[in-house]
Nanobody, 126 residues
Framework: QVRLVESGGGLVQTGGSLRLSCVHS????????MAWFRQAPGKDRDLVAA????????YYTDTVKGRFSISRDDAKNTVYLQMNSLKPEDTAVYYC???????????????????WGQGTQVTVSS
């Protein structure tokens, strides 16, 4: 059974940085596309960033381009989200996600990320 465990959230001032980590376990062999979503109170859960199975392709939603960076270290079964120049509107619960099947496509915004971690809170104070 796939397990995703996020860490690294917290309280930070506007303009600060955080690095989120997601350790995934429960399956071996081929690697999978990974993603970070976020959900603010009263809002939908939205895709923030995604990375392909081999790290060659990435996706970022427009509001985080140039500030966030997604990366993966498959030797450590870990995916990271480096968040810089944080804004109050980045405040949300951040979720790590993955697909249940290997997908060699490159249009990451259309992937079906249906396996989730428990989330980690990120709060940016003004």
């Amino acid at each position: 059974q796939v397990r995703l465990v996020e860490s690294g959230g917290g309280l930070v001032q506007t303009g600060g940085s955080l690095r989120l980590s997601c350790v995934h376990s429960g399956r071996g062999g081929s690697t999978y596309a990974m993603a970070w979503f976020r959900q603010a109170p009263g809002k939908d859960r939205d895709l923030v960033a995604a990375i392909s199975w081999n790290g060659a392709s990435t996706y970022y939603t427009d509001t985080v381009k140039g500030r966030f960076s997604i990366s993966r270290d498959d030797a450590k079964n870990t995916v990271y989200l480096q968040m810089n120049s944080l804004k109050p509107e980045d405040t949300a619960v951040y979720y790590c996600a993955t697909e249940g099947v290997v997908n060699y496509g490159t249009d990451l915004s259309r992937f079906s990320f249906g396996l989730w971690g428990q989330g980690t809170q990120v709060t940016v104070s003004s």
